[in-house]
């Protein structure tokens, strides 16, 4: 944490209009409701208005519509979520350990280091593996043979990466992230000769800037490969099957699922729990809900959803049971729609004469 950071030069690093005292000096982040004069909070919509009156806070981020709400010294931002992550950087900078190579370690003869490498204890890195500069790689880790890590990289801890595959620059894995095991390709024999495992020969390629959160696996592609294009975010328990594409800057939330051969484009945004099939593409800047499940391909952006949302447990059991008799009502109503529009007695007649 920082010792203290005058507002002015947080200001700067936000490209902020700063309307009360510039030289207040701020030493770490708060809720509106928990901070105290060396504290910066942020206010992000008209529902914080009552917290942000009332905060003691020595300075907030806000929006220039929420300025008369603002009891203190204010940052006057677009964005003040996004401003809000800059500053935290700023009073927060991360601490990085020593360079070198843990004791414990096992390094193939022909791995390559870059310039200022950390290697932690009891990480394994197989034969032609390359490490950019400034790379960090934590407890545990393994890289397969002949994969690539671009600088800056960092590998938190008991994170695997296979055979072949390629990391981009700024990527960050954490704990328990895998990428490149196989993808869930089998091919179903003749009686019961049961399944037989289809070789899975493609890699998994990152972009810069990727991030990918715990215990989310990438699977390497079964021919081609799999690609998460540059800024992509993964969530927690994230699963990426084999030869999906996922577009640059697209953002996909905890729990999420996505089957193999899909191409997801840029500058989507994915609900948590949401399901998507295989072999099925959706164009850019597609937001999907949590829980949603998607089984076709989506031509167009925009937001979509189709989880139906809690209710009362006996309204929930009414509306199953009617939903199981849909089909019966439609083909009902169908007949009558039938009966309806054809032709009475008399207007035969007359169609006769």
Known sequence: MSEGVAVQDLAECVEAEVVGNADTLISRVAA???????????????????????????????????????????LVVDDPYY?????????????????????????????????????????????????????????????????????????????????????????????????????FGFAKGPGDSGWRKVPQLGRVVLGDDVDLGANTTVDRGAIGDTVL?????????????????????????????????TTIGCDCMIGGSTAITGHISLADEVMLMGMTGVTGTIDESGAYASPLPAQPISKWRRNTVRFTQLDSLFRRVKKLEAASAAPGPAARRQDDD
């Open 32 to 74: 509106l409701s928990d901070a105290g004069p060396d504290a910066i909070g942020f206010c992000t919509n008209a529902n914080y208005l009552d917290a942000l009156r009332a905060t003691r806070a020595g300075a907030v981020l806000i929006r220039r519509e929420h300025l008369e709400a603002c009891p203190t010294t204010a």
């Open 83 to 183: 401003a809000y992550a800059a500053v935290a950087a700023r009073l927060y900078p991360a601490k990085r350990p020593a360079a070198g190579v843990h004791p414990t370690a096992v390094l193939a003869d022909d791995v390559v280091l870059g310039d200022d490498v950390v290697i932690g204890p009891h990480v394994v890195l197989e034969a032609g593996v390359q490490v950019g500069d400034r790379c960090q790689i934590g407890p545990g880790c393994h890289i397969g043979v002949q994969t690539r890590l671009g600088e800056d990289t960092e590998l938190l801890g008991r994170v695997t990466v296979g055979a072949h595959c390629e990391v981009g620059k700024r990527v960050v894995m954490h704990p328990g992230v895998v990428v490149g095991a196989d993808g």
């Open 229 to 261: 294009e540059e800024g992509v975010k993964l969530d927690n328990q994230v699963h990426i099957g084999h030869n999906v594409r996922v577009g640059a800057r697209t953002i996909i939330a905890g729990n999420t699922v996505v089957a193999g051969s």
